[in-house]
């Protein structure tokens, strides 16, 4: 089973900006929407923003509201996520993860995940 894989995490100071991207060109979609997903240490996994690959209309989470942006390239099978304004709040794992059924800001909803990538914000 083919998994989606993350890149583009790093230390950053708090203000700055990073951009992650997650590619699944190998990937068979059950539905055409890709989400974002975060855990910090000892916080449960949170959904972030996601975004159709076809229609390209994203959707986000509280967190990422006003800061993140998410794109995709449908062509790739390629998402992005911009984020801006990084706070130390924000340090976590970044998930990538096919949408499979359901809510698209459900855990649950989601069948492939890819192994994430850190994302450390210092104050």
């Known amino acids: 089973q083919v998994q989606p894989v993350e890149s583009g995490g790093g230390l950053v100071q708090a203000g700055g900006s990073l951009r992650l991207s997650c590619a699944a060109p190998?990937?068979?979609?059950?539905?055409?929407?890709m989400g974002w997903f975060r855990q910090a240490p000892g916080k449960e996994r949170e959904f972030v923003a996601g975004?159709?690959?076809?229609?390209?209309?994203?959707f986000y989470g509280t967190s990422a509201r006003g800061r993140f942006t998410v794109a995709g390239d449908n062509a790739k099978k390629t998402v992005y996520l911009q984020m801006n304004r990084l706070t130390p709040d924000d340090t976590a794992i970044y998930y990538c993860?096919?949408?499979?059924?359901?809510?698209?800001?459900?855990?649950?909803?989601?069948?492939?995940w890819g192994q994430g990538t850190q994302v450390t914000v210092s104050s």
């Open positions: 993860a096919a949408h499979r059924s359901g809510s698209v800001s459900v855990i649950t909803s989601y069948d492939r």
């Open positions: 190998r990937l068979t979609f059950s539905s055409d929407f």
């Open positions: 975004i159709s690959l076809s229609s390209d209309s994203p």
